[in-house]
Nanobody, 125 residues
Framework: QVQLAESGGGLVQAGGSLRLSCAASVRTFSNYAAGWLRQAPGREREGVSC????????EDADSVKGRFSISRNNAENTVYLQMNGLKTEDTAVYYC??????????????????WGQGTQVTVSS
């Protein structure tokens, strides 16, 4: 069983920045992929960014390209989401999720086996 602990959410003004962190209780992340997904009220959960730990390959949703950046610290089994240029439409609960198949997928949340509890990001105008 993998446990994920997220941190870093909060309230920020439009144009501001936040960095989310996700620490995992695994011995090694080398065979995992991690994703950040978000869910706004009344909307379906959507993939934001994902990463394959072994080779560092990443993918970002079109809505966040050039603004958000996913990264990893292999030694600490931690994945980050740096969010710059935040917009009001980025307001959502952000979830960290991982799978042990090295599948970096944004279109299907079901590929992720383990999920964090979520952290609220609120962007005010």
């Amino acid at each position: 069983q993998v446990q994920l602990a997220e941190s870093g959410g909060g309230l920020v003004q439009a144009g501001g920045s936040l960095r989310l962190s996700c620490a995992a209780s695994v011995r090694t992340f080398s065979n995992y992929a991690a994703g950040w997904l978000r869910q706004a009220p009344g909307r379906e959960r959507e993939g934001v960014s994902c990463l394959v730990f072994r080779d560092g390959r990443t993918e970002d949703a079109d809505s966040v390209k050039g603004r958000f950046s996913i990264s990893r610290n292999n030694a600490e089994n931690t994945v980050y989401l740096q969010m710059n240029g935040l917009k009001t439409e980025d307001t959502a609960v952000y979830y960290c999720a991982v799978n042990p198949y090295r599948l970096c997928v944004l279109s299907d949340p079901q590929v992720y086996d383990y999920w964090g509890q979520g952290t609220q990001v609120t962007v005010s105008s």
